[in-house]
């Protein structure tokens, strides 16, 4: 029986990933390896959509790797590479931009709200174009799955529909992708700000875990989370987002249900229950960073597992666009 293929990536855009970046997305990464042929990607070229300094793009490429070993991923089962050691996905990204009509684009809100935020003179067209690279990331692999946070749904059904559009055009070349998106945790908020994205490229920066963050700071970050109105902790995410986001976190990390921990916690107050999310974000990441941290001393090790990553992906994307521009009728 052939393994069902999930790809998912991630970009080297920050020192750390955060803890929306591994609830959303990651958690089902490391789930996702057993049982699947599974593909994960640094997406270093859609880093290159915003301003980028080469010191640090190579520094959080490898600390991208690190983490992404710290958190389970394993050589042994799944496919860990970067993506411009790949050069298929700037080929097959192309033809993806070939495809799109420039409504369909301009629909897209995560670019409408990132361009908006910074304003047309600094936004790049990288940014408008990178659901179409996203597109040719997922559509090499022949990839059935793609485990991502809610934010990517509307990429997901892009993708969906260009590949439907070439293989109906064209003749049969990809396998069109499902979004593999949690129903509870697809979304974690911002525990300063609980109505906005967890992100690193917006809020304060009070509101963000951190992985790599010392156990200190993150302590002392969930002790100061903006919290609701009332005393009862209840998920309730109208009435109580701050409350509700933090359930959902202690959830998905101790993996015991919210009706537990609203059992657990009637009658006490607040200041408890961020107590003991506290403790169980900041004991669960520890042995993470440890390893992280213990993984970035060997670099040459680092970079190893990505180059043999990289050989057995471009296996794959070579047969995929090798198909692609033949039903094309590009000459081979
Ligand atoms: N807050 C979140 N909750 C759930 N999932 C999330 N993801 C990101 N934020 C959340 C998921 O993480 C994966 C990697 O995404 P990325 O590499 O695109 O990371 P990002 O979008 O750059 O992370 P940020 O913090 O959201 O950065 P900004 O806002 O600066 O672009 C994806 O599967 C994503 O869904």
């Given at each position: 029986m052939t393994l069902k293929r999930v790809l998912s990536g991630i970009q080297p855009t920050s020192d750390s990933f955060h803890l929306g970046n591994y609830l959303g997305a990651v958690k089902q990464w490391v789930e996702?390896?057993?049982?699947?042929?599974?593909?994960?990607?640094?997406?270093?070229?859609?880093?290159?959509?915003?301003?980028?300094?080469?010191?640090?793009?190579?520094?959080?490429?490898?600390?991208?790797?690190?983490?992404?070993?710290?958190?389970?991923?394993?050589?042994?089962?799944?496919?860990?590479?970067?993506?411009?050691?790949?050069?298929?996905?700037?080929?097959?990204?192309?033809?993806?931009?070939?495809?799109?009509?420039?409504?369909?684009?301009?629909?897209?809100?995560?670019?409408?709200?990132?361009?908006?935020?910074?304003?047309?003179?600094?936004?790049?067209?990288?940014l408008f174009t990178y659901p179409m690279l996203m597109a040719a990331d997922i559509l090499l692999y022949q990839t059935h799955l793609v485990p991502v946070g809610e934010d990517q749904r509307q990429h997901i059904e892009l993708t969906r529909d260009i590949a439907e559009r070439f293989n109906s055009k064209y003749g049969k070349t990809f396998v069109v992708p499902e979004g593999y998106i949690l129903k509870e945790g697809a979304k974690i908020y911002d525990i300063a700000e609980p109505t906005a994205k967890m992100s690193k490229s917006s809020g304060t920066g009070a509101g963000l875990i951190e992985i790599m963050d010392s156990p200190e700071t993150n302590l002392k970050k969930i002790k100061s989370a903006v919290t609701d109105a009332g005393r009862e902790v209840t998920f309730d995410s109208v009435n109580k987002p701050g409350i509700s986001n933090l359930l959902t976190i202690h959830s998905a990390l101790s993996g015991r249900t919210i009706k537990e921990l609203e059992n657990e916690f009637d009658g006490k107050g607040y200041g408890d229950f961020k107590s003991a999310v506290a403790e169980v974000v900041v004991e669960y990441l520890r042995p993470i960073r440890s390893k992280a941290l213990e993984l970035l001393e060997d670099e040459a090790h680092l970079v190893k597992i990505l180059h043999e990553g990289a050989a057995k992906a471009q296996a794959v994307a070579s047969k995929t666009l090798e198909g692609t521009y033949k039903n094309l009728g590009l000459v081979l």
């Open positions: 996702l390896q057993d049982g699947h042929d599974a593909f994960y990607c640094i997406v270093d070229l859609h880093a290159l959509t915003v301003e980028t300094d080469p010191k640090l793009m190579r520094k959080r490429t490898l600390i991208s790797a690190a983490q992404l070993l710290a958190l389970g991923i394993s050589p042994e089962k799944a496919t860990l590479f970067v993506q411009s050691q790949v050069p298929q996905h700037n080929q097959l990204g192309w033809i993806m931009e070939c495809l799109t009509g420039f409504g369909e684009a301009s629909r897209m809100t995560q670019f409408k709200d990132k361009s908006q935020k910074s304003g047309t003179d600094t936004t790049r067209v990288g």
